[in-house]
């Protein structure tokens, strides 16, 4: 299985990692610590480093309650840092946008994926994803990042999150993006209550069933806070604990901002799934 990134391919035979950059001032777990590009740069080749496959690169926070990022501040906050990388680090860069003049931006200047939490549902954004050859992401959202936890509910979360799905991938191919070219995922946290998340990555085997390669992103979320009462700063081991599960249920690749030792658990999962 391989995921078509513009001219360049990432081997989804064995589970990939996503390493996760801020470059916002208020993101929910190192606000403001790398908006300077330089530093940036340095934490992108830190991931590398560990052995990130992807980095993934945000100019708009998404967590719960956060305000939209005018399409300037956006632009100023992640082009100069993908422009910076480009070419310079051994992995492929992400862009987690919804707007799509920062997706055509962002692949101008050598984004190889486009991570859009919207799944392409802004005006233009079909458009401007199909025109640069760049691999998508599609994520389920219920509602807005400033109100989406506030009630969420479902006649059935398995169900209607793959019906979504399925629907994005259409409309992506219908807009002339090769299926090798998308990836889905549930968005664990987007509009879901601690339940709908775990009935959601139990059930994620059906989600794998669309054809389309998986993503999710778990890391240091507030459904490990909701279970284990742990703050932020002490969610590494259940963040690595569900980056395995989400594996083994059939996610290829994993989004999360603990690069190494993600990578470490999943070279065992990777070792296990090729054994005889
Ligand atoms: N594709 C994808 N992109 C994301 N961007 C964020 S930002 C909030 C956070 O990291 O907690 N989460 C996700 C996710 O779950 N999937």
Redesign the pocket.
Known sequence: MQLECGNRRLDLSRPRV?G?L?VTPD???DGGAFLAAGQAVARAREMVAEGADII?I?GE???PGADPVSIEDELTRVIPVIEALHGQVDALLSV?TSKPEVMRAAVAAGADII???CALQAPGALEAAAEGGAAV?L?HMQGEPRTMQADPRYENVVTDVAGFLRQRVAAAEAAGMARARL?V?P????GKTLAHNLSLLKHLPDLVDSGVPV???????SMIGKLLDLPVERRLQPSVALAVIAVMQGARIV?V?DVAPTVQALAMCAAVEQAE
């Open positions: 996503m996760v801020n993101s929910f777990s993934d945000g926070s998404t967590r987690d991570n859009d939490v992401c994520m990836l995922d968005g664990f946290g987007f993503l999710v992103g778990l890391s240091r979320k989004r901002h």
